[in-house]
T-cell receptor
Framework: DAMVIQNPRYQVTQFGKPVTLSCSQT?????MYWYQQKSSQAPKLLFH???????NEADTPDNFQSRRPNTSFCFLDIRSPGLGDAAMYLC????????????FGAGTRLSVL | GQQLNQSPQSMFIQEGEDVSMNCTSS?????WLWYKQDPGEGPVLLIA?????ELTSNGRLTAQFGITRKDSFLNISASIPSDVGIYFC????????????FGSGTQLTVLP
């Protein structure tokens, strides 16, 4: 019944080794978000898509990229992970641009060695 | 950016006690949401509030949208062990801004 699915749940990568996190949704929602959440902190928005329209937050590092090949899938690419990028990465969706409620996936916990 | 002040930061309570937490801001919000996050999981929506003064319940949970539109509170009655987790408020500002602003979270521990 999971509607926003993130894979993998746990990802270990090496310092500087590119990594891709994936998110899929069965809700046919127009809007998809990527958040970074560090321990005991609130989620921090990295970027979001309104359909194919990509919106980057001003303080999102260039090291973070995203792709949305179709409505159902969205990817987060970290080109050269640093130790400071170790965090929980959350994907969320909303039905359309004006809808406030966001539905979150279970997250991917990224470790950087 | 806009900030939400969420308090308390953490709470330790006995099973069966009632709990109250709140979020305040200097800005006016159009919508307030309350989420719960279990360890290692994503946030799950508990309650959504859309109008000033609105009081909404979801089982043992009750949340209110403040009259000034600058605050919201969440009450949990008769707490149980599975209430343990982090509770986040999130608000949507008025105007064209559509993104959510999150509070810093309240870590709730329920002691048996």
């Amino acid at each position: 019944d999971a509607m926003v699915i993130q894979n993998p749940r746990y990802q270990v990568t090496q310092f500087g080794k590119p990594v891709t996190l994936s998110c899929s949704q069965t809700l046919n929602h127009n809007v998809m978000y990527w958040y970074q959440q560090k321990s005991s902190q609130a989620p921090k928005l990295l970027f979001h898509y309104y359909d194919k329209d990509f919106n980057n937050e001003a303080d999102t590092p260039d090291n973070f990229q995203s792709r949305r090949p179709n409505t159902s899938f969205c990817f987060l690419d970290i080109r050269s992970p640093g130790l400071g990028d170790a965090a929980m990465y959350l994907c969320a969706t909303s039905p359309w641009k004006g809808q406030t409620i966001q539905y979150f996936g279970a997250g991917t916990r990224l470790s950087v060695l | 950016g806009q900030q939400l002040n969420q308090s308390p930061q953490s709470m330790f309570i006995q099973e069966g006690e009632d709990v109250s937490m709140n979020c305040t801001s200097s800005s006016i919000f159009n919508t307030w949401l309350w989420y719960k996050q279990d360890p290692g999981e994503g946030p799950v929506l508990l309650i959504a509030l859309y109008k000033a003064g609105e009081l909404t319940s979801n089982g043992r949970l009750t949340a209110q949208f403040g009259i000034t539109r600058k605050d919201s509170f969440l009450n949990i009655s008769a707490s149980i062990p599975s209430d343990v987790g982090i509770y986040f408020c999130a608000g949507q500002l008025g105007g064209s801004a559509r993104q959510l602003t999150f509070g810093s979270g309240t870590q709730l521990t329920v002691l048996p």
